[in-house]
């Protein structure tokens, strides 16, 4: 079930860390994605686990892969928010790739 494939981890070096910028908030929510993935594969390994606990979490997961997702798209449409604003919104290692 762990997948690393869903955002980088990695943070940019000319982030703003004084403010939650999407690099930021998409590497939380990478290594929060990667925590509750071993969570659900520790916990449906263990015998006897409760399957509220278990299908709770799975949903959990669900939301946090939701997130993941609007943020991917974050990537795609920053080249047509560039075209309109004039100003490219991701890190500077990222200006000018897509996805």
Do not use: C
């Amino acid at each position: 079930m762990a997948s690393n494939d869903d955002l980088p981890t990695e943070r940019a070096d000319d982030d703003d860390y004084d403010l939650l910028t999407y690099g930021e908030a998409g590497a939380r929510l990478a290594e929060l994605l990667n925590t509750e993935r071993q969570r659900l594969d520790e916990l449906s390994a263990t015998p006897g686990a409760d399957p509220k606990e278990v299908e709770a979490l799975r949903k959990r997961i669900e939301l946090l892969r939701s997130s993941a997702d609007r943020y991917r798209q974050h990537s795609a449409s920053a080249d047509k928010f560039t075209e309109t604003f004039g100003f490219d919104p991701r890190p500077r290692e990222k200006r000018g790739k897509t996805g």
